[in-house]
C-alpha cells in the first residue's frame, strides 16, 4: 500500500509542476517543466519497482525453509505403484524395504543431524493394510527390529533420547498366543512387551529420565479400552463402553498428557487426558478424529479434525482454547501433526479437493509458503531443526 502511494503521490506532483509551468511561464520553459515532471513520474515508478522488490525479497527472506529445517514424511502413487519418501526441505529421499512391496511409513524424528524414520512393509502393492514387517531407517539405510517370528509386524513412532532410538509398535507371532502383542524396542531390541491376555497396540513413545511411557489401546470384552504404560506398568484411561483411541503421549516433569479421541455413538470427541483425568476438546455427533499433543513453556497444544457438514475442518488447541487456522479449501482439510518451537506453532496438513490432495504447513495458523514440494503426497508427519 505504501509503495502504490507513492506512486499516485508521485503523479500528483509531476501535474501540478505542469499546472504550474503553464500559468507562469513561456512555453520554452514550460518544456522544461515538462521534462521534469516526466522525471518525477519515473523516479516514482522505479522507487514503486524498488519496493516491490524489497517486498517480495523480505517474503523469502522469511519463507518457513529460512527458519527452519523441515522435514517431511509421506507417500504418492507413481503409475499406481505406491512411492514412499522424506524430504528435507525441497530434496526427496525414497524410503526403499527388501522387497518392492508397499511401505507405510509412520513417523520421522530429527536428532543430532541423523533422520530416523518409521514405518511398515506391507503385504503386497495393494492397499490393502496387512503389514507384515516392522521398518526403521536411519539416514535412508535399514536398521534391524528384532522380532519373534511373526505374521503381522508394524512400527508405529519413533523417539531419540540420549543417543538411544525407541521405537513403539506391535507385532503377532507366527505361533502360540495369536494375539497382537505391544512392543517397545531399544536400539533394535525389544525392552517393553504387553503381556499377550488380549489385543494390543503401541501406538506412541516418549522418554523422560530413565522411564519409558507408551500409549495405546486394547481390544478388551469386545472394546476399544485406551491405556499408557510406564515401565511396562499400565494405566487404565478409558472403559470397553466408550470407544476410544489414545494415539500421541508427552511427558513433562510429572505430568502425563495424552491425545486421542473417542468413536462411540455416546461419545465422540476430541481427548486429552492429564494424569489420567480426561477432558473433550471438541464434542459431538459428527465423525472427529486426531490428536498430536505437545507441551511447551507450561502451554498444552493438541490438533485433530473434526466433521462440519459435509467437509472435515482442522482444529488446533492451545490449552484448552481453539487457535485459528486458515482454510480456505472448499473440500476436506486434515491436521495431522504438530510442533511447537519458542510459542510459534507449525501445524501439518493436507486438503482434498476435486482436483488434488496437497499438503499444508500452517505457521501460527497461516498456511506457509512450501513451493510445489509433496504435490499429488499424502504428508503424514514431520519433524523441524531450527536454523
Known sequence: MLCVDVLYIGFLLALMFIA???????????????????????SSVHLFQSCKKDKDEEEEEHSIFQLFDVYFLGFEFDNEKPLSYYYKNETAYPLHS?????????????????????????EDDSFLYKPIRALLWKNGELQELITPETTIEEAKAVFVHRNDVYVAGSYIPASGNKKRVG???????????????????????????????????????????????????????????TTTYANSIYVNGADVYIAG???AISDRSLKLWKNGQASSLISGKSVIRGGTVVVENGHTYVCGYEQVGSKYEPRLFKDGVIEPLEDKNSGHTY??????????????GRTDSESAAEPILWFNGIPANIGNIGAGMGFIAFDVVPR
Open 20 to 42: 504550474v509551468h503553464l500559468r507562469l511561464h513561456k512555453i520554452c520553459n514550460m518544456k522544461k517543466g515538462i521534462i521534469i515532471a516526466i522525471c518525477c513520474v519515473i
Open 183 to 241: 512392543v517397545v524396542w531399544k536400539n533394535g531390541e525389544p525392552i517393553m512387551v504387553s503381556d499377550g491376555k488380549e489385543t494390543t497396540f503401541f501406538e506412541d513413545v516418549f522418554v523422560s529420565g530413565e522411564d519409558v511411557f507408551v500409549v495405546g489401546y486394547e481390544n478388551i470384552g469386545g472394546g476399544i479400552v485406551s491405556k499408557y504404560w510406564k515401565n511396562s506398568e499400565s494405566v487404565t484411561l478409558s472403559n470397553s463402553e
Open 335 to 348: 491436521a495431522v501433526d504438530l510442533k511447537v518451537y519458542q510459542g510459534n506453532t507449525l501445524v501439518l
Open 261 to 263: 479421541y473417542a468413536d
Open 98 to 122: 527388501q522387497s518392492d512391496a508397499r511401505i507405510n511409513p509412520s513417523d520421522i524424528v530429527v536428532a543430532s543431524g541423523d533422520v530416523y524414520v518409521t514405518g511398515s512393509e506391507n
